[in-house]
């Protein structure tokens, strides 16, 4: 399913249906930024985002333009701005060669940090389901532009030992 942009920290409590502390912290540390955090959906979110498990794949962008953007239109679910098999897009111009009038509009912000995708976590296991109590950390879904290193600065031991890499997932 896709991620979905927004442009406030505040927005994150409209989309999930809870925010630890643990997530908190997270958010304090890396939004606006690279990192794309997993949590239950609020049951009332109505979007069709595919099949996401009940799930919201939500990241706070760094660039100034995607900023104002979110300010206007609300929380956006978006994709890579890349051919299947591509590398993603890392500025207007490379995403405009690659996917050409396929797209109507194009939104020149600079280039992306790096050119490094988002980091993901799945936080879910944080949030109590119905009677059952949080039952575990962060898994790392997807490593990219926030390092396990910085991760665990923030989660301790909530980091999980072991990551599953999504490949293809922004």
Same mark, same amino acid.
């Given at each position: 399913?896709?991620?979905?942009? $927004?442009?406030?920290?505040?927005?994150?409590?409209?989309?999930?249906?809870?925010?630890?502390?643990?997530?908190?912290?997270?958010?304090?540390?890396?939004?606006? =930024?690279?990192?794309?955090?997993?949590?239950?959906?609020?049951?009332?979110?109505?979007?069709?985002?595919?099949?996401?498990? %009940?799930?919201?794949?939500?990241?706070?962008?760094?660039?100034?333009?995607?900023?104002?953007?979110?300010?206007?239109?609300?929380?956006?679910?978006?994709?890579?701005?890349?051919?299947? %098999?591509?590398?993603? +897009? $890392? &500025?207007?111009?490379?995403?405009?060669?690659?996917?050409?009038?396929?797209?109507?509009?194009?939104? +020149?912000? =600079?280039?992306?940090?790096?050119?490094?995708?988002?980091? $993901?976590?799945?936080?879910?296991?944080?949030?109590?389901?119905?009677?059952?109590?949080?039952?575990?950390?962060?898994?790392?879904?997807?490593? %990219?532009?926030? &390092?396990?290193?910085?991760?665990?600065?923030?989660?301790?031991?909530?980091?999980? &030992?072991?990551?599953?890499?999504?490949? %293809?997932?922004?």
């Amino acid at each position: 399913p896709p991620p979905v942009l $927004i442009g406030t920290k505040e927005t994150l409590y409209a989309l999930a249906e809870s925010v630890p502390e643990p997530v908190q912290r997270l958010v304090d540390a890396f939004w606006p =930024g690279g990192l794309t955090i997993v949590l239950p959906a609020q049951p009332s979110l109505v979007w069709d985002l595919g099949e996401t498990h %009940g799930t919201v794949a939500v990241r706070m962008p760094e660039g100034r333009v995607a900023l104002e953007l979110l300010a206007e239109t609300g929380p956006l679910a978006v994709s890579s701005a890349n051919l299947t %098999g591509r590398a993603s +897009a $890392i &500025s207007a111009f490379d995403a405009e060669k690659m996917l050409g009038d396929r797209v109507a509009v194009y939104l +020149a912000d =600079g280039m992306s940090k790096d050119g490094i995708a988002s980091t $993901i976590v799945d936080a879910t296991s944080l949030v109590p389901r119905g009677m059952q109590l949080p039952t575990g950390g962060v898994r790392i879904l997807r490593q %990219g532009a926030v &390092s396990r290193e910085r991760l665990e600065e923030v989660l301790g031991d909530l980091l999980g &030992s072991g990551a599953v890499i999504i490949a %293809g997932f922004i």
